[in-house]
């Protein structure tokens, strides 16, 4: 059966989902802008440095010159090999749904989110810096939602760039079974072209033509021909190993073309089991065009990856299949939602089977309602186009649907389906914040609400005690633009206090705890008898629960009561309060009274137990590491170890990358904030930096006393 649907403009096989991701500051925005602008969607290129850029839509990104929120782009490309691909997919132009994401680790829910819904990714890399701690984690994220990708080292033409090296580390610090398809000719200033390794040709880009728009394809000369021909006869042997078509024709010693190579390369790096690398410059306009063929010929269509996997909301054991095809029922996965201040409320959705049109209804199976579709939208960064019908793998927006969140499958009327959604991490730092006049508390709480929903990483809560309005984000920087967009966009004027850090609390050694409420003030009173275990869980795995409990010494009836106990003992420790993590619990013994127990008795009685099993095994409070990496000339060196030194960081190790030298180093979060300002006076303005979460580690003694005394003051 034909997936396609005779409405759609372009097929499914010649249909592109893709997201650009890497470290801040290795050139993705100015990349998008590259393909925007070759692939004719617009007609003069933006700088990020300019505050121009199409994706860096925001006046929080044009000011500091980093993207924030993933942009999304759609556009139309229509490759140089076009007549050898016609026989593989007949039709027209490809078209190809990008997302910008951000680069910064305070933003990482936005690449999270991305890539969940994405076919396959560029992921760039700096041709100085080479494999940094946030293109470490973008690709780690890329690994667990299996996506593949193609890499392009970009800033070729940068003083110390150099493609050998950021080759070599793709391979050794990612794992990555890398081979190189487009090898720049010359570096920094010489930066000429690309050697295309597949075709054994040179391809050449007009000094005349600024926009590099002008290239020239002609045959290899010396000292080229061998580079091209070591790195054709390592990609075919690459390939072979892992393609079963084009291994046997190696082995027969049978001649492969290039088409079939070609094929070879997609098919293994669609099985993510080839990363095809790229070399080029974004900025100057050379390689974008050839990086562009090298999506459509090596990443997937939505037909090229397995069917995405659901469950059945009532038997979650249950697995539904959702086949890409417009003739199957309409299922999506809402992946990000945005507050317009022209249309309202958006709802970015990927469409994984079946066909929505304006005005139909949506089923979410969440909330266990259907809703209209008012209106459908195309984005274009922040510009609309409203489209009739969104198709089978498409990308856009809808307007209308109000009970909705970051994760909802969104489905046809009956079609009861829940698709994974992505994971998000914990936000690590806490700040209060207040309005400054009565007028704004109102406007403070709508606002916040609207912030929370479009940004799973961003909580808000009340403070029981002291009745604060307590916001929580991944970073100085993630807190910094809400208060921001606060001003800007909800016109709200508020006040903040100082960061606070999201510490935990666990246990050390096991240890029993007994819980008891007896209550007796006439009439009916309250009974619970509690008896557990408790022990040090594995990093990681929270809190699990062991019922062991014979002989119905605590009734069937009240174990859940129990277990909810315990689980809302875990939200205070016993130290200062934090959230309590990693604990192993056994339900042993207890008793119960015929008259007086219930399970609100129960409940209060699993928590004593709790506290004094808490106790018993010498709580110790954790605090948040963050792997910390900064380059810096090798003049500072010193004096950038000693200050980490001061606040009490680990250097992990060192390494040299031309003139500068790369500190690797895990210090406290407590100790980090400020770290932008101080660094640049160490260095003269010369160092930069990246903080990504590590992990927990206990905090040394003479730090909890001042935790403790913060917190209860």
């Not at 470290?23 to 925007?36: M, P, W, Y």
């Not at 003083?159 to 079974?177: P, R």
């Not at 709480?445 to 307590?470: H, W, Y």
């Not at 050390?508 to 003030?521: C, F, N, R």
Request: hydrophobic share 40%.
């Amino acid at each position: 059966m034909n997936p396609n649907s005779p409405d759609r403009q372009y097929t499914l096989e010649r249909t592109r989902n893709i997201g650009i991701a890497a470290h801040i500051d290795a050139g993705k925005t100015t990349l998008t802008e590259r393909i925007l602008f070759y692939t004719g969607m617009i007609h003069k290129i933006g700088e990020v440095h300019d505050g121009g850029a199409t994706t860096d839509w925001m006046e929080q990104e044009r000011e500091r010159g980093i993207t924030i929120t993933s942009a999304a782009v759609t556009t139309e490309w229509w490759q140089h090999d076009e007549a050898e691909m016609l026989k593989l997919f007949p039709g027209v132009k490809h078209r190809i749904n990008i997302i910008d994401t951000p680069g910064h680790v305070d933003f990482t829910a936005e690449v999270e989110r991305s890539l969940r819904v994405l076919d396959g990714a560029i992921v760039v890399f700096c041709g100085v810096a080479g494999v940094q701690p946030q293109s470490e984690t973008v690709w780690r994220q890329a690994t667990k939602y299996h996506v593949p990708r193609i890499v392009f080292v970009n800033k070729m033409d940068r003083t110390g760039a150099n493609f050998d090296n950021v080759f070599s580390e793709v391979q050794e610090k990612l794992g990555a079974n890398a081979v190189r398809i487009l090898i720049p000719i010359g570096a920094e200033d010489q930066l000429v072209g690309q050697i295309d390794v597949v075709n054994q040709k040179a391809i050449y880009y007009s000094d005349d033509d600024k926009f590099g728009s002008t290239y020239t394809v002609k045959d290899l000369t010396d000292p080229l021909v061998q580079l091209a021909q070591d790195a054709y006869q390592a990609l075919l042997n690459a390939v072979a190993d892992v393609d079963d078509e084009v291994g046997e024709k190696f082995l027969n010693e049978e001649a492969i073309s290039a088409t079939e190579l070609k094929q070879g390369i997609r098919r293994a790096t669609i099985a993510n089991k080839l990363v095809p690398v790229a070399g080029g410059s974004a900025f100057k306009n050379k390689g974008v065009q050839y990086l562009l063929d090298a999506v459509l010929d090596y990443l997937p269509s939505p037909l090229d990856i397995p069917a995405a996997v659901g469950m059945d909301p009532d038997d979650e054991s249950r697995q539904i299949l959702v086949q890409t095809s417009d003739s199957e029922k309409f299922v999506s996965l809402a992946f990000k939602l945005w507050a317009d201040k022209f249309v309202g409320k958006l709802v970015f959705f990927r469409v994984y089977s079946g066909v929505i049109k304006k005005g139909d209804t949506i089923y979410n199976p969440r909330t266990r309602r259907s809703e209209r579709v008012g209106r459908l939208i195309r984005i274009q960064a922040n510009e609309h186009k409203d489209i009739d019908a969104c198709y089978s793998g498409d990308i856009a927006a809808m307007v209308g649907i109000k009970n909705v969140t970051t994760g909802d499958t969104l489905a046809a009327d009956g079609k009861d389906v829940v698709l994974e959604p992505p994971t998000f991490p914990e936000p690590v730092i806490s700040m209060a914040v207040e309005p400054r006049t009565v007028a704004d508390q109102e406007k403070l709480a709508i606002a916040l609400g609207r912030l929370s929903e479009e940004d799973p990483t961003f909580m808000v809560k009340t403070d029981e005690e002291t009745g604060q309005t307590i916001i929580s984000g991944m970073g100085e920087l993630h807190l910094e633009i809400i208060i921001d967009r606060l001003r800007r966009e909800f016109k709200v004027e508020a006040n903040t206090g100082a960061p606070q850090i999201a510490y935990r609390e666990t246990i050390t050694q096991a240890a029993g705890g007994e819980g008891k409420l007896v209550k007796q003030s006439g009439g009916r009173g309250q009974y619970g008898h509690v008896i557990i275990a408790l022990k040090p869980n594995e990093k990681g795995k929270g809190l699990t629960i062991d019922n062991k409990v014979v002989g119905g010494t605590i009734p069937k009836e009240y174990i859940n009561a129990v277990y909810k106990g315990i689980q809302e003992s875990m939200s205070n420790g016993i130290i200062a309060g934090y959230p309590v993590i990693d604990v192993h619990v056994e339900i042993l013994d207890g008793s119960y009274h015929e008259v007086d127990s219930n399970e609100n008795a129960f409940t209060m009685a699993a928590i004593f137990a709790m506290k004094d099993g808490f106790k018993k095994a010498k709580s110790i409070l954790l605090e948040p590491i963050m792997a910390v990496e900064v380059s810096t000339p090798d003049d500072y060196q010193g004096d950038v170890m000693g200050d980490l030194s001061r606040r009490r960081g680990h250097i992990q190790n060192t390494e040299s990358k031309g003139k500068l030298s790369i500190v690797h180093a895990n210090v406290p979060l407590k100790e980090m904030f400020g770290y932008s300002t101080a660094v640049r006076t160490l260095s003269s303005g010369r160092a930069s930096y990246a903080m990504t979460p590590s992990h927990f580690e206990q905090v040394p003694n003479n730090i909890v006393e001042e935790i403790v005394s913060d917190r209860i003051g």
